[in-house]
């Protein structure tokens, strides 16, 4: 199974600071990452797709590039609103995984 | 726009099957998608449990494989899992999703609490 590995597993920061989680996979994989948003009660909600593909609706301070193993996900500026847990997942091999999430609050 | 909703017993009994089913409302099975279950035990992480293409084709989590089922129902608006011999470890919130592409899901259901206890 390819190893997701998530950093850091939680942070605080301001409304409006720019912020950056990495995940790093366990062994090469192809660009199909995506990053999931996951509010307190609520299922995932797909914000990046294929590393850096932003889904339809969500809102452009959301971006995702890919650097060999390394993956990052960035929020240009924090909103409130953006307070979840947010994971990553490789669907390059089966069985598809998951990183262990990075939770977000507001400083 | 296509819906999920599951449902099933929220309690099972250790060395019990676990059913669950997806309903599909505003679309149909018919489609070019792939329909998945994904678990959540509480407090913790997401586990891929594996997933099924409209045409009957699957893929499992091998951790998983031997225990479980992922079918579509005769009316191809709803889809199930079943979970066989199931422990402690098997409870979690357990999700529905769909996608066009495989393993990677953009719309889900808002899951439903199955625990495992006697």
């Known amino acids: 199974d390819i190893q997701m590995t998530q950093s850091p597993s939680s942070l605080s920061a301001s409304v409006g600071d720019r912020v950056t989680i990495t995940c790093q996979a366990s062994?090469?994989?192809?660009?199909?990452l995506n990053w999931y948003q996951q509010k307190p009660g609520k299922a995932p909600k797909l914000l990046i797709y294929?590393?850096?593909n932003l889904e339809i609706g969500v809102p452009s301070r959301f971006s995702g590039s890919r650097s060999g193993t390394d993956f990052t996900f960035t929020i240009s500026s924090l909103q409130p609103e953006d307070i979840a847990t947010y994971y990553c997942?490789?669907?390059?091999?089966?069985?598809?995984?998951f990183g262990p999430g990075t939770k977000v609050e507001i400083k | 726009q296509v819906q999920l909703q599951e449902s099933g017993p929220g309690l099972v009994k250790p060395s019990g099957t676990l059913s669950l089913t997806c309903a599909v409302s505003?679309?149909?099975?018919?489609?070019?998608?792939?329909w998945s279950w994904v678990r959540q035990p509480p407090g913790k992480g997401l586990e891929w449990i594996g997933e099924?293409?409209?045409?009957?084709?699957?893929n499992y989590n091998p951790s998983l494989k031997s225990r479980v089922t992922i079918s579509v129902d005769k009316s191809r608006t709803q889809f199930s899992l079943k979970l066989t011999s199931v422990t402690a470890a098997d409870t979690a919130i357990y999700y529905c999703?769909?996608?066009?592409?495989?393993?990677?899901?953009?719309?889900w259901g808002q899951g439903t609490l199955v625990t495992v206890s006697s």
């Open positions: 999703a769909r996608g066009t592409y495989s393993g990677s899901p953009p719309y």
């Open positions: 505003g679309g149909s099975i018919s489609s070019s998608d792939w």
């Open positions: 099924m293409y409209h045409t009957g084709a699957t």
């Open positions: 062994q090469v994989i192809s660009s199909s």
């Open positions: 294929d590393s850096s």
């Open positions: 997942q490789q669907y390059d091999n089966v069985p598809f995984t």
